[in-house]
């Protein structure tokens, strides 16, 4: 298959100038092994060359022996590789000397010792719709965080291709699959999920249908700040109503290891100064690391979507957060949201440096465009623009449809035409 191209692939070069090594970590599939291949002169895949064990047994350094930048794909399959590259790094001259990839955190432990100074991280996430082609790119994330008004335009996208790029999902593997055939392929992997990686991080073995009723409530809760105590609650309820609830503790390890393995990826509340006396809610928002998981683990189709409009919005926010993750990285920046005790909720903050900062709302139909501008300029107004900064743009982001600027200042973005 043809390489497409990544947002990361400057990231990562510039890296590679900028260090000895680049760790690149990302869920298992996202294109990981791929893109580091592009600028690997060599390469080793712990996971799955079988001399890999033997050579750790006797002497781990030949592993690191070849042309540079050598690729140590999955990385984590052996961690003791990891202080052999951190010493290797030190006895090279020079920088750029090794790429790691890894699908799954290991736990620390007191013989590994940090990366810092030697090995950066990269985040990969699975592909924009950008990066697929399903967007103009019209509208660049960096010219409106740099002041730049949005332009007028149409980019559409009909909602039943939106239910099916939310089904499909991101995956680089599944380019040239039909829908059917790449929802198929989501569902292979949360099962697999359930029955061996959820043990990867930390070795613990968990029941495999435990694990499958609470992804199922992680998918019910997608783009919520549902608490703990509700995704334990909740795996007991929701369609399936099979089990007891978890327990609060384990609840907790299951998410700490589906961080680690990075099938989730919360959404940090952002901390503005506020003018007002309104009080931040800290809980973060659910999200899995590509929507198209949910669907998964709920083993939806588009017309499923369809029918229940409400979930579908919440995915659709879910998939805009993952798109302007990408975006935002590649600028040095990060995506928050704003919740507080007032019921005032922002859907996404992107924070790329101290007072550059833009706020946006998520609306899949453009029907929803007056309460949320409404929402946006009520938050702005909290703003302590004197310690934050003005905010770059406050824009609304809907699934399709006329991107122009409003009378009052806020913009109405179409995913279709976003872009870096």
């Not at 965080?145 to 939310?166: H, K, Q, R, T």
């Not at 859907?347 to 929803?368: H, S």
Request: hydrophobic content about 40%.
């Amino acid at each position: 298959m043809n390489y497409l191209p990544r947002i990361a692939d400057e990231e990562l070069t510039e890296l590679l100038m900028t260090a000895g090594g680049v760790l690149i970590e990302g869920p298992r599939a996202c294109g990981k092994t791929a893109m580091a291949s592009q600028v690997a002169a060599s390469e080793i895949r712990m996971d799955a060359d079988p001399h890999v064990r033997d050579a750790i047994a006797i002497d781990p350094g030949v592993l690191l022996d070849g042309k540079t930048p050598r690729l140590i794909d999955e990385w984590q399959a052996e961690p003791v590789i990891w202080n052999h590259v951190r010493r290797a790094i030190d006895d090279r001259a020079g920088r750029g000397h090794f790429i790691l990839t890894g699908s799954a955190v290991p736990p620390d432990d007191i013989t590994r010792h940090t990366g810092a100074g030697r090995i950066i991280r990269l985040r990969l996430r699975p592909m924009s719709l950008f990066e697929l082609g399903h967007t103009t790119g019209q509208v660049s994330l960096k010219d409106i965080l740099n002041g730049e008004s949005v332009p007028s335009l149409e980019a559409s996208l009909a909602v039943p291709d939106i239910a099916e790029l939310v089904c499909v999902g991101g995956w680089p593997g599944h380019l040239r699959l039909s829908a059917d055939r790449a929802r198929r392929m989501n569902q292979a992997y949360l099962e697999e999920v359930c029955r061996t990686d959820i043990s990867r991080p930390d070795g613990v073995r968990r029941d495999p249908a435990r694990v499958a009723r609470f992804l199922r409530s992680l998918a019910r809760n997608t783009a919520t700040c549902a608490s703990l105590a509700t995704l334990a609650r909740d795996v007991a309820g929701g369609i399936d109503r099979t089990g007891p609830p978890l327990k609060n503790n384990t609840a907790s390890e299951y998410l700490k290891a589906l961080e680690r393995l990075m099938i989730i990826e919360d959404q940090p509340p952002w901390g503005p100064h506020l003018r007002s006396r309104s009080r931040q809610r800290q809980a973060a928002k659910r999200h899995f690391v590509d929507p198209s998981l949910a669907v998964a683990a709920l083993r939806a189709t588009p017309e499923h979507l369809l029918r229940d409009l409400g979930w579908f919005g919440l995915l659709f926010e879910s998939m805009a957060i993952r798109d302007l993750r990408v975006y935002a990285q590649a600028l040095g920046g990060r995506v928050y949201h704003y919740r507080d005790n007032t019921g005032l909720e922002v859907d996404a903050i992107v924070d790329i440096a101290p007072g550059r900062w833009a706020a946006f709302e998520v609306k899949l139909g453009a029907g929803w465009v007056d309460e949320a501008a409404r929402a946006l300029l009520k938050f702005a107004d909290r703003v302590d623009t004197d310690r934050c900064g003005e905010p770059a743009a406050l824009g609304v982001i809907v699934g399709s449809g006329y991107g122009y600027q409003r009378p009052d200042g806020v913009s109405v973005i179409p995913l279709a035409a976003l872009g870096p």
